[in-house]
């Protein structure tokens, strides 16, 4: 079963040391699961105040500037894993760094079967 | 053959929600295991008189749950996945026995608790489905207890099902790791439960009352699959808080304060009992809230009036209470107790050290404290005050009527 694990947390909350520290410790757990196959890919995000917003409504396109929604808790990164159930996806997401500040949310993945493997991916990979 | 009609009926009250939680660790999904539960008797009700009682009445009933629930799926030849697995598991159409062994039945019923406890699953559909899967409660019965409607109730379990499909949560015991942390979701659940029925008692519905005797249940069976301390205190505590029911309330159903209870009407039975699984449960390494709160009311059982009562212990136990969980309410009970120690001055200055802190300045028994040591102080124009601000954050009827009988004694 695939769980995509979202990390919400307030973004000052980190200092620069913290922050280096907690993508050295993911980097480590990604390989840890990676060996273990429960790896699919993982990734932090750029702070929201690069964020950039988009909307169409009545096929007119809205850009703006910023998260889409205002809130003291931003998404700052995101795991995907494949595990056997719930609970060893809770486990992996208690043992992520940004648990201990922020919060883990654990959301199943909904799969749909016509999607495409991303060639892209794909090739990366090969050109490694 | 009428003859076996009844003990069918006994067999039923004793193993159905026991085969149900076999059943759904075979079939993988809790709606097949019910109706497979409800195969598994009708079976039993044509068979058995023919053949006789089984030798073990469970197994056959989970074999035949299971058979019939293949037999059905292959029927409906929804030849989907889950049938192909589970064909491939069951072997030929025959009733299987011999992985029915009696320590796997009773991991079942533990997988059964812990996973309608998940915290996975919100506080209120974990209570609906303990209720419904694990005691056998029908969604009516549920409903009631709660105040609810059975629509409601029926929606929260469907939503905890298909959480539980949907998400994988595992229908497994706890890793060891885990266990601590899942356990204290179990007991929570039960508490709840026992609360819901024991602070209802003075309601007319004896649901209600039956509710509580449903927690303490459930603690034995828990008890009985996991000899873990706190299931020891948490059921201590329950038959200790029970054994008062009778005398909580007046014959015109007012509330009657500890003090002035009839101790007479305790029920000694369950206070002993009580008493010997606190005293049990306090040898364990670690000592958990359940146990420290059970020990607290194991001495009040133990006195024979509130002046004889060993209020010394009474607030060191509190103390030990605070360091495992520290919480407003526990420091205002604590604050009660060193009243009863040190006097009522005393007493006093701790509440208002409490309410001076905002912590509890919307909580009505903080207020209902205040008002009863101004009160026994002489200080009869703040007790009014306390009173009336007790009164007016007060929803429920006997504490309200409670509260008002003492403001009309002071003015």
């Known amino acids: 079963m695939k769980y995509m694990l979202l990390i919400y947390g307030d973004e000052k909350a980190w200092t620069v040391e913290e922050r280096e520290q907690c993508m050295e410790d993911s980097t480590q757990i990604c390989h840890q699961l990676n060996e273990q196959g429960k790896y699919l890919g993982s990734s932090p995000l750029q702070p929201v105040s690069m964020a950039t917003s988009v909307r169409v409504r009545g096929g007119k396109r809205m850009v703006t500037d910023g998260p889409f929604a205002e809130t003291t808790e931003q998404l700052g990164g995101y795991y995907i894993i494949d595990v056997d159930n719930l609970d060893e996806a809770i486990e992996i997401a208690s043992r992520i760094p940004p648990a201990k500040k922020g919060t883990v949310e654990i959301r199943p993945i909904h799969e749909l079967e016509d999607l495409p493997i991303a060639s892209s991916a794909i090739s990366v990979q090969e050109s490694r | 053959m009428q003859e076996i009609r009844p003990t069918i009926e006994s067999v039923y009250r004793t193993e159905s929600r026991r085969v149900f939680a076999t059943l759904v660790r075979l079939l993988g999904d809790f709606d097949l295991a019910e109706d497979a539960l409800h195969e598994a008797f009708t079976a039993a009700v044509e068979k058995w008189p023919e053949q006789g009682l089984p030798d073990n009445p469970r197994a056959w009933l989970v074999s035949a749950g299971r058979f019939k629930a293949i037999d059905a799926i292959r029927k409906k030849e929804r030849l989907n996945e889950l049938a192909t697995d589970l064909a491939e598991e069951a072997g030929p159409a025959e009733y299987e026995m011999e992985d029915l062994d009696e320590a796997k039945f009773g991991d079942d019923d533990l997988r059964l608790i812990f996973t309608c ?295």
Not at chain 2, 209 to 219: G, K, P, T, Y
Not at chain 2, 286 to 312: F, L, N, P, R
Not at chain 2, 355 to 375: E, F, I, K, S
């Open chain 2, 117 to 411: 406890c998940h915290p996975a699953l919100a506080l209120n559909t974990q209570v609906a489905m303990t209720l419904r899967e694990v005691c056998g409660l029908t969604t009516e019965e549920v409903a009631s207890a709660f105040l609810t409607s059975p629509p409601t109730v029926a929606q929260r379990i469907v939503r905890g099902k298909a959480k539980i499909r949907d998400v994988k949560i595992p229908y497994e015991i706890p890793s060891k790791a885990d266990l601590p942390e899942r356990l204290d979701s179990v007991l929570s659940v039960i508490y709840l439960v026992f609360n819901e029925g024991y602070s209802a008692s003075f309601g007319d519905s004896l649901t209600r009352a039956d509710l509580s005797c449903e927690a303490i249940r459930l603690a034995r069976l828990l008890l009985d699959l996991l000899p873990d301390s706190e299931v020891m205190g948490l059921l201590a505590l329950m038959l200790l808080h029970d054994s008062r029911r009778e005398a909580r309330v007046d014959s015109k159903g007012d509330l009657v304060l500890l003090e002035d209870q009839d101790r007479s009407l305790w029920d000694r039975e369950q206070i002993r009992e009580g008493m010997e699984l606190v005293e049990r449960a306090m040898t364990a390494d670690t000592v958990g809230i359940y146990t420290m709160q059970a020990a607290i009311s194991a001495t009040h059982a133990a006195a024979a009036s509130t002046e004889t009562t060993d209020w010394g212990r009474i607030v060191a136990l509190y103390d030990l209470l605070l360091t495992a969980s520290l919480s407003p309410v526990i420091e205002l009970n604590r604050a009660v107790a060193v009243a009863m120690r040190d006097g009522p001055e005393i007493g006093l200055d701790r509440v208002d050290e409490i309410l001076g802190r905002g912590d509890l300045t919307g909580y009505h028994l903080a207020h209902a404290a205040r008002a009863d040591l101004c009160r026994r102080l002489g200080r009869a124009d703040e007790a009014i005050s306390a009173y009336e601000k007790a009164i007016a954050l007060t929803n429920q009827g006997p504490e309200r009527r409670f509260l008002q009988k003492r403001l009309e004694e002071l003015s």
